[in-house]
C-alpha cells in the first residue's frame, strides 16, 4: 500500500514509515544504507532500526513536544509542514520515468538458503516476499516483463521465462518443491543467463536483474569481470539484495552498473530493500547534475535520447461477463469475457500482451494513466499569510473543497511554510483551501478541485 | 461507523438539460421532474438508516458547488410540518434552495455554455470522503494512524455521478487522476448518463472502482433505475445484485488534440498518448528517431482508426455486431435479455414498463420555491 | 491457534448480531393484520418500521415502492445472487410476516396502505400529521436546549438502572417512580418478594449487560406487553413510539393532536425519560435523544454524566492478567463492574480491579452468562484497546469461558429409572417406544435398564401397564 504511491512520497507514508520502521530514530548500524542516500530519488527514511539489542535506548516520547494545552497538534503539523517544504522544492519539470521495464529475478537456491536466521528459513521468506514483490512490481509496472531465474548446483536455471502475467510468474514459484536448494550459487552464469535473455529488447525499455543472494561464495566458469562489462556495455541494470554479508563483487556489480546493493537485516528490512525497487526509476527531464548513482543506462537525460521510441498501441474494449462466448486468439478457448484488439477485432483474454493476430500491442489506458499525475502536477498552493489577503477576495468561509469551516483565529507559533490561519491558495483559481485539502491533493488526488486540472 | 456515506454529484448543465426535456426526444425528461425524483432517492438513502450520510454536489457550468452535506446542515431550519419528516424537509428545501440560487447567478450573457464542472465537482467529493475519513478516524481510535497500523475507512462510502454531458476529452487525465484516488480511498463510484451519448470515462470510472454504470434509456424509470441500482450500498450488493455493464470501453484521449483514441501512438518515456507519429514529445521534450516516424506514417494509411472523430468509425472488415456495440444513435441493447442459468440479468433488464411515474407524484417539500 | 479461533468466534459473533432482526420486530409480527393495516396508515410508522428492518429487506421494500403492478417473483430472485439466496428467501419470509409484502400467485406486491404510507414519508404531503405537530416558539418560556435534554434524558434512565444494581446491596438510591417499579416487577428485571424492597433477578443482571439500545427497547417492549393487558390500544402506542422516534430533537411538540391513550402515555414516557416536559399538565411536550434514537442501530444515546465523549469510545482497559482499569467517575458503571470484576482500588476517575474466579462465579450465580461479560467488556473497551486484535486477550475470554464450563459439569434432571424388565425382549420393547417419543436420557441395556425423562412418565407406565394387561 505504502509502495503504491511511486515516487511521490505521501505525508502518510512517511510517518507509517517512520512509525513502523523505527520511532526512535535510532541509526542502525547499517552499513548498506549509505549507497541509498546518496540516491535523490528515494526519499523514504532507511535508518532501519537494527536488531533490538544493537539499537540505542532512547527516549522516543521526549522528542514529541506538547503545546501548553497538552495537545500533540504541533508535532502533526510539523509533519505536515515538512511535507510542502519538500513539495516546494520540487521542480515544476515533468519527471522521466522509465515505465516500461523488463527484470529478471535471479533467486538463490544455494543451501546456504536453508539458514534459519531469517525464520522460518531464508528460502521461505524470499519465496514469500517474492510473490508479493512481483505482484507490487506488476500492480505499479503494468508494461513491465519479469522473468525467474535460479542459482543452484553451480548453473542458472530458468524458472519463468519473460512474461507479462503476474499469473505465470507466480505460478513458476510457487511450487517450493521444484526449487529445493542444492549446491553453490553461480554469479556469472545467472547474470550470463539473464543477460542472454535480454539482449533483444528494444532499447527504449529498461534491462534489469535483481538478485536475492544468500550465499557468500561463488562459484564461476570464467572471469566474472569480464561478464560485468558486458553488462554496463549492454545497458543492465543490475541490483541486489544479499542475506548475508556484503562481498566486493557484489558491490562492484551494482555501483558499475547503475543499481542499488543493500544487505538485509532482519526480515523487515529485508522486504523493504525489495519493495524499494519496485517503483520505476527515476529520471529528470533536464538532467541534474548530481543525479550521479542513479543515472546509469539510459539515464544520460539528454534530449536526444536514444532510448526512447514512439509506439503503437491500441485501447480494447472489454467484453461483458455475459456476452455469448466466443473463441479467444490465446487460448483457443470459448469464453465469454475478453477484450478485443482494436484494430483486426480479435478477441484476447487479458490485457496488456500483444495481439496475435495483428501484432498490435494492446494495453488498456487506465494502466498507461497511472502514471500521468508524474506528468501534470499541481502547482503547490501557497500559504495565506494572514486575514489580510483573505480580505479583499470574495473568499468564503470554508475550504473550498471539503466545506470545512476555515479557523477563524491566528494560531500562534506555526512552521515554517505553514499558514496561520490555516488557508492555502491555489495560484490559478485563487481558491482557498484547509491543510488537510492541500496535502490530499497533492498528493492523491493529483488534481485541483478549483480549477480542474 | 454503521452508516454508509453518499456523495451524489449532480450534472446542472442548463443547455443539456433543455435538450434533455425537448418533446422529440424518447422519453423527454425536464429539470424540475428530475430534480423531484432526485429528490425522492435521496431521501430514500437518508430513509434507510439514521447514521446515513449524505452530501451532494452540482456541477454547474464552469464552477462547481457543494448543495448539501449533512456534516454541516444549514444553520436555519425549514418550519416544520406536521406531515414530513424533518431530515427530509430540510434535505429538499436546502437543495432547492441552493440550485434556484446558482442557477440564477449563472451568467447568460455569453453565448456559448461552458461544459460542466464535473471533474471539479467528482474532486471535491473525494476531497470531502477524505475529510470525513480523518475526521473518523480522529474521534474513534488515533491510537491506529499514530500505532502505525492501516487507518480505519468509513465503511462503504461511494459516489454517484448523474451526467448528462458527454465526454469532456480535455479532462480525461484528471478523471483518472480522481478515479485512482478513488481506488485509494476505497470509494466506489457509481455513473448514470442520463441523457446525450455514452460518456467512456464514466464507463472507465464504475469498471475501475467496481461501481455499477447505466446509461439510461427510459428515462421516465428514472426514479426507478436509481432505486435499484444506486441505492443499495456496496454490502447488500453481494446479496441483491446490481445492473452490470455491458461493455467497457478503454478508449483513452489524446494529448495533443483531446481526442479520443482507440489506437495511439505512445511515448515509451512517459506514456503520453499521440493521435498521429509526432517528432518531439510534447510532454518530456523526447525526441523520438526519425526512423521511427518515418515507419509509422507509412504505415499509418493502412490504420483506419486515427482520425480526429469522437466514435469509432466503423471499419470496412468490421463485423456488424461491433457497428452495434459502439454507435450510439442505434441503440442495441435488448430491454427484457433471457437470463442464463444462474446468470445476473445486466442493466438492460430493469422492468420498466409498469413504473409508476414518480414525476408526476412529485416531491412536494421545497419544490415550491422551484418556480 | 487460539488467536485465529478467536477470530472466527468474532467474525461468527459479528454475523450472527448483524442479522439478528430488531426486538420489536417478532413482536409486530405477533399482531394480526388488522392492527398492523391500522398500523401502517401513519406515515412515521411506516418509515421507523422500515428502518427497523434488515438491510436487503429494505432495499426489497424500496425496489417495490414505486412499481404500481406486482411484480413475478422470478424477476426480482434474478437479482439475487445465487449464493445468498438464503438472505433473500429469509427477508421476504419476515416481509411477508410483517404483512408489508403479499406475495400472490408468483408475484410480489407491497401492502398499499404500507406503500401508500411510505410513498407519503418519502415524498411529504398527506394530512395525517403523523410526525407530530410542533408547537410555535414561546418566547417567554423558551425550549429546553439540547445539553438539558441529554441531561434530564441520562439522569432519568439512569437512576432506573442504578437503583437496579443496587438493589440488595444494602444501598439506598433514589427510587424510581412508581410506574416504572411496577414494569420492572412485571418484566421479571426485579422480583418484589413479601412487599420488602425489590430484589434485582437473574434476568435483571443479564439486562444491565445489554447495550444501552437493546435496554430501553427491552423496557418498551416489556411495556407494549403491559399495555396489552391494561386494554391500551396497542396501535396508538406504537405509532405514538414512532412519531417520537422521528421527531427533531430540541423542538417542542404539542399534545393537543394526541389521543387519549396517547396522553396517558405521557407520564410514563416522562418517567423513563424518553419525554420532557415543563409540568406535567403542560400542553407541550420535547422529546430526548433516547427517543429520537429509537430507530437508529448505534448506541447514541448519552451514556455517562459529564465525560459524554469518552465514554462513547469505551473506558475499560483489561490486561492479560486479568486486571482491570475503569476510567470512569459513575457510580452506575461501577456498579456494573461490579457485578463480575472485584474491585480494588478507587479513585476519583479511575477504578482498578481484577477479574478472579469468584467474582466471574458470583456473576454467573447471578444468572450472567460469560458471552455477555465479554460482550460487555468488548463494547466499553478503551479506544488504546482497539488497536488489538482480538481486542479482549484470548487468555481472559478463554478463562471466562472455562469458569462458565466448570459451573455446568454436572446438570441435573428428574426422571424416572426403569429397572427390572422380566425379559430382554421386553426391555427393548418399551425402550423402543421410549425412544421413539425421544424422552431416554441414559440407557444400560445388560443391566436391562434406562433412565427417562419426567415429561415421559406417564406414556410409558401407560404403555407397560398396556403390555402387561396384554393389549400390546
Known amino acids: 500500500m505504502n509502495v503504491d504511491s511511486d515516487s511521490d512520497i505521501s505525508i502518510s507514508d512517511y510517518e507509517e514509515t517512520e512509525n513502523t520502521v523505527s520511532r526512535s530514530k535510532a541509526k542502525g548500524k547499517g552499513k548498506a544504507t549509505d549507497k541509498r542516500k546518496k540516491d535523490k530519488a528515494k526519499r523514504k527514511p532507511k535508518d532501519v532500526q537494527a536488531y533490538t539489542w544493537e539499537a540505542n535506548f532512547t527516549r522516543s516520547w521526549e522528542t514529541v513536544q506538547e503545546d501548553e494545552g497538552g495537545s500533540l497538534q504541533g508535532a502533526v503539523n510539523d509533519w505536515v509542514a515538512r511535507g510542502r517544504r519538500k513539495r516546494l522544492l520540487e521542480p515544476q519539470n515533468a519527471i522521466r520515468r522509465t515505465i516500461i521495464r523488463h527484470m529478471v529475478l535471479i533467486v538463490d537456491l544455494s543451501t546456504s538458503m536453508m539458514d534459519r536466521d531469517m525464520r522460518p528459513t531464508r528460502f521461505a521468506l524470499t519465496l514469500q516476499y517474492a510473490r508479493e514483490f512481483v505482484l507490487e512490481w506488476f500492480d505499479q509496472n503494468p508494461l513491465g516483463q519479469m522473468a525467474v531465474v535460479g542459482m543452484r548446483a553451480g548453473v542458472g536455471e530458468r524458472v519463468c521465462d519473460m512474461s507479462g502475467n503476474p499469473q505465470d510468474v507466480l505460478k513458476s514459484i510457487s511450487d517450493r518443491h521444484k526449487l529445493e536448494p542444492t549446491g553453490e550459487p553461480s554469479l556469472q552464469n545467472s547474470i550470463e543467463m539473464a543477460r542472454n535473455s535480454m539482449n533483444h529488447l528494444p532499447t527504449h525499455s529498461s534491462r534489469e536483474i535483481l538478485i536475492i543472494f544468500g550465499s557468500l561464495t561463488t562459484c564461476d566458469p570464467g572471469n566474472i569481470h569480464d561478464t560485468l562489462d558486458q553488462c554496463v556495455q549492454n545497458r543492465i541494470r543490475i541490483s541486489i539484495v544479499a542475506l548475508a554479508a556484503e562481498m566486493k563483487i557484489c558491490r562492484d556489480l551494482c555501483d558499475k552498473t547503475g543499481g542499488q546493493f543493500g544487505v538485509a537485516m532482519n526480515e523487515g528490512h529485508f522486504k523493504d530493500l525489495l519493495f524499494e525497487l519496485v517503483p520505476p526509476p527515476a529520471q529528470r527531464a533536464l538532467p541534474r547534475s548530481s543525479n550521479a548513482g542513479g543515472g546509469g543506462p539510459g539515464g544520460g537525460g539528454s534530449s536526444t535520447n536514444p532510448a526512447s521510441d514512439l509506439m503503437v498501441m491500441g485501447f480494447p474494449t472489454r467484453l461483458p461477463d455475459t456476452s455469448p462466448p466466443s473463441l479467444c486468439v490465446c487460448h483457443s478457448e470459448l469464453r465469454s469475457k475478453g477484450f478485443l484488439c482494436p484494430r483486426c477485432l480479435a478477441k484476447i483474454c487479458d490485457v496488456p500482451t500483444d495481439c496475435d493476430i495483428c501484432g498490435l500491442m494492446i494495453v488498456s489506458s487506465p494502466h498507461l494513466a497511472r502514471s500521468y499525475h508524474h506528468l501534470f502536477p499541481v502547482k503547490p498552493y501557497a500559504a495565506v499569510a494572514s486575514f489580510d489577503a483573505v480580505a479583499d477576495v470574495s473568499s468564503s468561509p470554508s475550504c473550498h473543497a471539503c466545506s470545512k469551516p476555515f479557523p477563524t483565529t491566528v494560531s500562534q507559533n506555526v512552521a515554517d511554510g505553514m499558514s496561520a490561519i490555516g488557508r492555502y491558495r491555489c495560484p490559478d483559481c485563487n481558491t482557498d483551501f484547509c491543510s488537510d485539502c492541500d496535502v490530499f491533493v497533492h498528493d492523491v488526488i493529483h488534481c485541483c478541485p478549483g480549477c480542474g486540472k | ?371 | 491457534m487460539p488467536t485465529n479461533d478467536s477470530d472466527t468466534l468474532d467474525d461468527k459473533n459479528s454475523i450472527t448480531v448483524s442479522n439478528k432482526p430488531h426486538a420489536l420486530l417478532p413482536f409486530l409480527q405477533l399482531q394480526s393484520a388488522t392492527s398492523l393495516s391500522r398500523l401502517y396508515q401513519s406515515p412515521s410508522s411506516c418509515l421507523s418500521i422500515f428502518r427497523l428492518l434488515d438491510s436487503v429487506e429494505r432495499q426489497l421494500v424500496m425496489n417495490l415502492l414505486w412499481l404500481e403492478s406486482a411484480i413475478s417473483l422470478s424477476t426480482m430472485g434474478a437479482w439475487v445472487v445465487q449464493e445468498k439466496k438464503k438472505f433473500y428467501d429469509d427477508a421476504l419470509d419476515i416481509l411477508t410476516r410483517l404483512h408489508i409484502l403479499h406475495v400472490h400467485s408468483g408475484k410480489l406486491s407491497l401492502n398499499t396502505t404500507f406503500k401508500t404510507s411510505l410513498r407519503h414519508a418519502i415524498t411529504g404531503g398527506g394530512s395525517t400529521g403523523s410526525f407530530g405537530v410542533p408547537a410555535e416558539k414561546d418566547e417567554k418560556r423558551p425550549p429546553m436546549d439540547v445539553e438539558g435534554l441529554d441531561g434530564y434524558a441520562l439522569e432519568r434512565w439512569e437512576t432506573i438502572l442504578h437503583f437496579m444494581v443496587s438493589s440488595g446491596t444494602g444501598q439506598n438510591p433514589t427510587r424510581p417512580s412508581q410506574g416504572v417499579l411496577y414494569l420492572l416487577q412485571r418484566s421479571g428485571l426485579m422480583s418484589n418478594q413479601q412487599g420488602s424492597t425489590p430484589q434485582i433477578t437473574s434476568t435483571g443482571f443479564q439486562f444491565l449487560l445489554h447495550r444501552p439500545h437493546a435496554q430501553l427497547w427491552d423496557l418498551l417492549l416489556q411495556y407494549l406487553h403491559m399495555a396489552e393487558e391494561r386494554q391500551m390500544d396497542l396501535v396508538e402506542v406504537l405509532t405514538f413510539f414512532f412519531m417520537l422516534s422521528t421527531m427533531e430533537l430540541g423542538r417542542e411538540y404539542l399534545t393537543e393532536n394526541l389521543s387519549q391513550t396517547q396522553k396517558a402515555m405521557l407520564d410514563d414516557l416522562r418517567d423513563y425519560g424518553l419525554i420532557w416536559q415543563r409540568r406535567a399538565s403542560s400542553r407541550r411536550f420535547s422529546p430526548t435523544r433516547l427517543a429520537t434514537t429509537l430507530t437508529s442501530t448505534s448506541p447514541s444515546l448519552p451514556t455517562s454524566t459529564g465525560m459524554t465523549s469518552s465514554s462513547q469510545q469505551g473506558f475499560i482497559v483489561l490486561e492479560t492478567n486479568y486486571r482491570i482499569y475503569a476510567y470512569t467517575d459513575n457510580p452506575l458503571q461501577t456498579a456494573v463492574l461490579n457485578l463480575f470484576v472485584s474491585l480494588k482500588y478507587r479513585f476519583p476517575n479511575l477504578v482498578v480491579g481484577s477479574i478472579t474466579r469468584d467474582s466471574v462465579r458470583k456473576a454467573l450465580n447471578n444468572g450472567i452468562s460469560a458471552e455477555q461479560i465479554i460482550s460487555y467488556l468488548t463494547t466499553h473497551a478503551h479506544p488504546q484497546m482497539r488497536k488489538f486484535n482480538p481486542l479482549i486477550p484470548v487468555t481472559v475470554q478463554d478463562q471466562i469461558r472455562l469458569w462458565e464450563l466448570e459451573k455446568e459439569r454436572l446438570k441435573s434432571q428428574e426422571g424416572y429409572l426403569y429397572t427390572a424388565f422380566a425379559s430382554q425382549a421386553d426391555y427393548e420393547f418399551v425402550l423402543n417406544y421410549a425412544k421413539q417419543l425421544d424422552v431416554v436420557l441414559w440407557e444400560n441395556s445388560a443391566k436391562r435398564c434406562f433412565f427417562g425423562s419426567l415429561e415421559g412418565h406417564s406414556n410409558i407406565r401407560n404403555f407397560i401397564e398396556r403390555r402387561i394387561s396384554g393389549a400390546v
Not at chain 2, 465537482?121 to 475529510?131: V, W
Not at chain 2, 445476473?344 to 414525476?359: E, F, K, R, V
Request: net charge neutral.
Open chain 2, 1 to 371: 461507523m454503521d452508516g454508509s456515506h453518499l456523495s451524489v454529484v449532480v450534472d446542472l448543465s442548463p443547455s443539456q438539460w433543455h435538450l434533455s426535456s425537448l418533446q422529440n426526444q424518447p422519453y423527454p425528461l425536464d429539470l424540475s421532474s428530475f430534480i423531484s425524483q432526485l429528490l425522492a432517492f435521496l431521501n430514500a438513502h437518508i430513509a434507510s438508516r439514521h447514521e446515513n450520510s449524505l452530501a451532494v454536489f452540482g456541477a454547474f457550468p464552469g464552477k462547481s458547488v457543494l448543495l448539501y452535506s449533512s456534516a454541516d446542515p444549514p444553520t436555519e431550519t425549514p418550519p416544520s410540518d406536521a406531515n414530513s419528516f424533518p431530515a427530509f424537509r430540510l434535505v429538499n428545501s436546502t437543495i432547492m434552495h441552493n440550485i434556484v440560487q446558482h442557477l440564477e447567478a449563472l451568467d447568460d450573457s455569453s453565448d456559448e455554455e461552458a461544459p460542466s464542472a464535473l471533474v471539479g465537482a467528482l474532486t471535491k467529493a473525494l476531497c470531502y470522503i477524505n475529510r470525513l475519513t480523518l475526521e473518523f478516524n480522529a474521534s474513534t481510535a488515533n491510537a491506529n494512524a499514530t500505532e502505525g497500523l492501516e487507518p480505519l475507512t468509513l465503511s462503504d462510502p461511494r459516489v454517484l455521478i448523474l451526467s448528462v454531458s458527454p465526454d469532456q476529452t480535455a479532462s480525461y487525465i484528471p478523471v483518472m487522476n480522481s478515479i485512482f484516488s478513488a481506488q485509494k480511498l476505497k470509494v466506489t463510484i457509481d455513473a448514470c448518463q442520463i441523457y446525450g451519448s455514452e460518456t467512456v470515462f464514466l464507463q472507465q470510472a464504475a469498471h475501475l472502482t467496481g461501481g455499477s454504470y447505466i446509461y439510461l434509456e427510459r428515462r421516465d424509470a428514472l426514479l426507478q433505475y436509481l432505486t435499484m441500482a444506486f441505492l443499495p450500498p456496496p454490502s447488500i450488493r453481494q446479496t441483491i445484485s446490481v445492473p452490470t455493464q455491458d461493455k467497457i470501453d478503454f478508449r483513452a484521449a489524446c494529448f495533443c488534440h483531446k481526442n479520443i483514441v482507440d489506437v495511439g501512438f505512445v511515448c515509451s518515456v512517459c506514456l503520453s498518448i499521440f493521435c498521429q507519429p509526432v517528432p518531439v514529445c510534447s510532454t518530456c521534450r523526447t525526441k523520438f528517431p526519425i526512423k521511427t516516424l518515418q515507419r509509422l506514417n507509412a504505415a499509418r494509411p493502412s490504420l483506419p482508426l486515427t482520425s480526429a472523430s469522437q466514435s469509432r468509425n466503423p471499419s470496412v472488415s468490421s463485423t456488424p455486431q461491433k457497428t452495434n456495440g459502439r454507435s450510439s444513435a442505434t441503440p442495441s441493447r435488448p430491454v427484457e435479455t433471457p437470463l442464463g442459468p444462474g446468470g445476473l440479468p445486466h442493466s438492460g433488464s430493469i422492468n420498466a414498463h409498469n413504473i409508476n411515474g414518480a414525476a408526476h407524484h412529485g416531491v412536494q417539500n421545497g419544490l415550491g420555491s422551484s418556480g
